[in-house]
């Protein structure tokens, strides 16, 4: 009898861990809890501002909310329950618990409804940690289901081992918008003993994609079809010197300016290439067929324009600065979209080719690139070499097909079979933007889209610095934007026009990214910084705007600097009482003109002070009857570099100091002593002097 209680014990004792492991599978550590939630990348000053307040606005926030309290939406998109979000990469949803506690699985419920732009995340990551600094990625959920398939509510499921924690991440990716309604994290908030340890995921420090192979600074040039305007898309030799060489502004030769081309097609809205369809994916016209692309083609190869004339550019250029070599040229790879429409014969088999696949689509940027390069090979151009490709989607959608990426990876591994790079150009934050390595290409740059703030006015320019951040943390370049050429013509929007674009310089000087692969947007027709180079240096507007083009230059070769004013003042201002006084200034700034000088009045003791206009002077009215020492302290900025303060020190009714000697001087000068050695040289003289006298009397005597 007591050894079947004692069997009974001991099996009872072994069951225990189990109960207890089972349970512990069970029981959600977060119902009700508080968690912090974040960006993934800071955008605090962009999509952050998006909506008005429809979308989450809690970044960097410790909230109970809608993610923890129960509330399932029933999978109605109207729901209440459910927590919206909008782009910024991906989520970090963080709990921070007292105690270690054991975790093995998460779940979380998200809305596919790709009619209205709400995406099932293409991950879920569940992370661990035990400082809240440092990350474990303990698993990872990923949707089963096509993104362009019908709606539904997606369930992330992830179970794992069971690990000791006591910070919990949950992490979602919100290529455009999100809907989450509850996250659940299952394990145990008592330890058995029996749970892992983790180590955290190694870093990757941050750095700048710097060239694409020996290629550093890109310039955009529209070309092709423009039926509404096309000498705007026609490019002349007179039009493209500026880019290939720095001018000076009576137009000579000084150096060299861009270190390549890329040439892309003109799209619009408001036309079409002759099949109906364009070069880029629009949710407008359908996708173009192969006979578009080869209209297209056509207008690269014209003479006197384009290609052509960037090579009679080059070669005047290269001939004046004793260069030789040939400056590298990047194509457009148009966009091949996914559709059952008939792109093509591509063999001349007399059959069609299609797209419905990625081995199809695959096929016609095979075509392509083998047409383009004979073609250009066939030109003979003299001083050219196409090195390789401006990919035409600046974003790898995984919604547009069931097999996207698969396709961006067939098409950039085929072409770099063939010899060519293909660089990435992902407007800000878009799908692709943090993976384009894995995705195949061999550079990438980001669009930071701030210049055009009239468009997105959830933007403003101190983005840039969040920008400079997460380039560097996805290894990524930049594309500097100027705005529209009209921008730069109309008096009302010069300067907003001018302090985007320098901001974009600015803060790449301060961050580091001037030293990172850029392209350079401009607009077709020749372009802004066309506009810049010819600028008529006679007028106010004019020196603004070829200086644009200078420090453009300097950018380019690395040498680009903006320092604050300097204000240079004396040492007091010594001024008459009861009297309005002017206080003359030198304020200068090397890096700005006039205009572009802030100066202001920040305060003043002792009386009234106003700066004018010209900022030369400040004019100064003492209180009545004051007389002594006050100060006036003025803030100065070029608008780029932070504030600099300035204190004038202003004696009222007091008499300026003297500088004479007289005036100066509280003590008689020292005197010098009495020069006695002076005087022995003197005797001594002079007894030689007598000695020789005598001798000569006496020797004339006799």
Known sequence: MKKRILVCIVLLALCIPFAVQTSAENENLVQGMAYTITNSVPTNHSYSNYGGGQFDTEDGKT??????????????????????????????????????????????????APTSAYYAPRYVNLLLSEDGENWFTAGTAAPDFALNGAGKVYEANISTETYKTKYVRVEFCVDIFAKCDEIEIYGSKTLSGGEKTFS?????EPAFCTSLGEISDIIKIYNGYYPSSQDRANNTVEELLPYVAYLSADGEIKDTMFDAVAFVPCVSTDWTYPSGGTLVKTSKYPSAVQSDWVYYTDFLFQSDYDLDALNQAVRQTYETLGIEGKFPVLLTMPY??????????????????????????????????EYLTKRFADASFSHLEFVGYYWYSEEVNYTWSDHEAEFVKSATNALEEAGKYVLYDPFYLSTGFDHWEELGFDGAVMQPNVAFTSDRDYFDTEMLWEFAETIGAYNLGVEIETNEPGFFSNAETLDEAIYNYERYLYVGAKTGYMDALHTFYQSAGPGT??????????????????????????????????????????????????????????????????????AEVISCENGRAQLAATKKYVIFLPDEGFVG????????????????????????????????????????PESEPFPWNLVVYIIAGIAVLAAVLVVLFYGKKK
């Open 200 to 204: 955290p995921d190694s870093k990757k």
């Open 529 to 598: 910084i066309y506009q810049f180079c010819k600028a008529d240096a006679k007028t106010p507007a004019g020196i603004r705007l070829r200086r644009l083009y200078d420090i453009t230059y300097q950018f380019i070769k690395c040498t680009y600097e903006n320092e604050p004013p300097v204000l240079d003042i004396p040492e007091a201002y010594y001024i008459p009482a009861d009297e309005k006084t002017t206080l003359e200034l030198n304020l200068t700034d090397l890096d700005s003109f006039g205009g572009d000088i802030k």
């Open 629 to 668: 020492q006050t100060k006036i302290v003025l803030s100065v900025t070029d608008s780029h570099n932070e504030p600099v303060e300035y204190t004038l020190t202003v004696n009222v009714g007091i008499e300026e100091p003297q500088t004479s000697l007289d005036a100066s001087s509280t003590t008689e």
């Open 336 to 369: 091949v979209a996914a559709n059952t429409k008939a792109f093509g014969d591509l063999d001349g088999d007399g059959k069609q080719e299609y797209s419905r696949t990625a081995e199809e689509r695959t096929e016609i940027v095979k075509w392509y690139n």
């Open 63 to 112: 909230i109970a909310g809608k993610l923890t309290d129960g509330v399932r939406s029933g999978g109605s998109a109207n729901d209440s329950a459910w927590y919206d979000m909008f782009r910024s990469r991906s989520r970090y949803v963080t709990f921070a618990f007292d105690e270690p506690v054991a975790v093995c699985g998460m779940s979380a419920s998200f809305l596919h």
